[in-house]
C-alpha cells in the first residue's frame, strides 16, 4: 500500500505486505530528517534518520529514501506486522542553521489487518 | 532505557487556573523540548531548553512558559489556562548534534509518554 501523507491520512495494509508511507517536506534546505512512529497511547518513538547527503537508509525492515529533488521522504516497512499499526510522522529539520528545530509533518495512520 | 517521564497523564483544570506539567529525563541529555499535538495538525513546539536556565521560544510560545532549574527537569507552565489550550501536551529529550566541534542542532528526540490536559 502506499499513502501520501496529508492527502490521505490513513494506510490501510495487508499483514504480511511492504508498506510505503510518504512525505513531502516543505523546507528545501532541510538536511536531516526523521521517522517517527507513535502507538494509541504513547509518546512518539524514534525509528530511523537520515542526512541530505544520503539517499537511502536501511534499518530492522525499515528503509527510508530521500529524493531531495522533489522534497520527498518515503519509509518502507517490510512484511508488514500488527505491531507496525500506528502513526507514522516524518520530521525534518535544518542543521546547518545555528540551531536546528525539528518540525513534524501531519502524520499518516497506518492500519494493518489480518 | 532512556527514559522521559511526564507527571501527569490526565489533568482536568477550570479556565483561569496556573497549570503545571513536569518533565525529568535520566538521560543527561542537553536538550529539552516542550510540544503540544493536535489532531490534523501534528506536533508543534512551544518551548524548548539546550541548556540549564536557558530556553527559546518555539513555534506557539503564547500562553505559555517554562523553566530549566536542573539538566534533568523541565517544567511547563500555563499561567492562565484557557479552552484552546485543551490538548495532549509531549515533551521531549535529546543529546546534542556535534561535527568537527561545531553545534548543529538536536539529535533524535525521546518523548514521554505525554499528558492529556482538559481545560473546562
Known amino acids: 500500500g502506499e499513502s501520501v501523507g496529508l492527502h490521505l491520512p490513513t494506510l490501510s495494509v495487508q499483514e504480511g505486505d511492504n508498506s510505503i508511507i510518504n512525505c513531502a517536506y516543505s523546507n528545501s534546505a532541510s538536511d536531516y530528517f526523521i521517522w517517527y512512529k507513535q502507538e494509541s497511547g504513547k509518546g512518539p518513538q524514534f525509528i530511523i534518520d537520515?542526512?541530505?547527503?544520503?539517499d537511502k537508509r536501511q534499518g530492522q525492515r525499515v528503509t527510508v529514501l530521500l529524493n531531495k529533488t522533489v522534497k520527498h521522504l518515503s519509509l518502507q516497512i517490510a512484511a508488514t506486522q500488527p505491531g507496525d499499526s500506528a502513526v507514522y510522522f516524518c520530521?525534518?529539520?535544518?542543521?546547518?542553521?545555528?540551531?536546528?528545530?525539528?518540525?513534524f509533518g501531519a502524520g499518516t495512520q497506518v492500519v494493518v489487518t489480518p | 532505557d532512556v527514559k522521559v517521564t511526564q507527571s501527569s497523564r490526565y489533568l482536568v483544570k477550570r479556565t483561569g487556573e496556573k497549570v503545571f506539567l513536569e518533565c525529568v529525563q535520566d538521560m543527561d541529555h542537553e536538550n529539552m523540548f516542550w510540544y503540544r499535538q493536535d489532531p490534523g495538525l501534528g506536533l508543534r513546539l512551544i518551548y524548548f531548553?539546550?541548556?540549564?536556565?536557558?530556553?527559546e521560544k518555539g513555534d506557539i510560545p503564547e500562553g505559555y512558559s517554562v523553566s530549566r532549574e536542573k539538566k534533568e527537569r523541565f517544567s511547563l507552565i500555563l499561567e492562565s489556562a484557557s479552552t484552546n489550550q485543551t490538548s495532549m501536551y509531549l515533551c521531549?529529550?535529546?543529546?546534542?548534534?556535534?561535527?568537527?566541534?561545531?553545534?548543529?542542532?538536536?539529535?533524535?528526540?525521546?518523548f514521554g509518554e505525554g499528558s492529556r490536559l482538559t481545560v473546562l
Open positions: 537520515i542526512r541530505s547527503n544520503m
Open positions: 521531549a529529550s535529546s543529546f546534542t548534534l556535534r561535527a568537527s566541534g561545531r553545534v548543529e542542532g538536536a539529535g533524535e528526540l525521546f
Open positions: 531548553s539546550y541548556d540549564v536556565k536557558m530556553k
Open positions: 520530521a525534518e529539520n535544518i542543521l546547518s542553521d545555528s540551531w536546528g528545530k525539528l518540525q
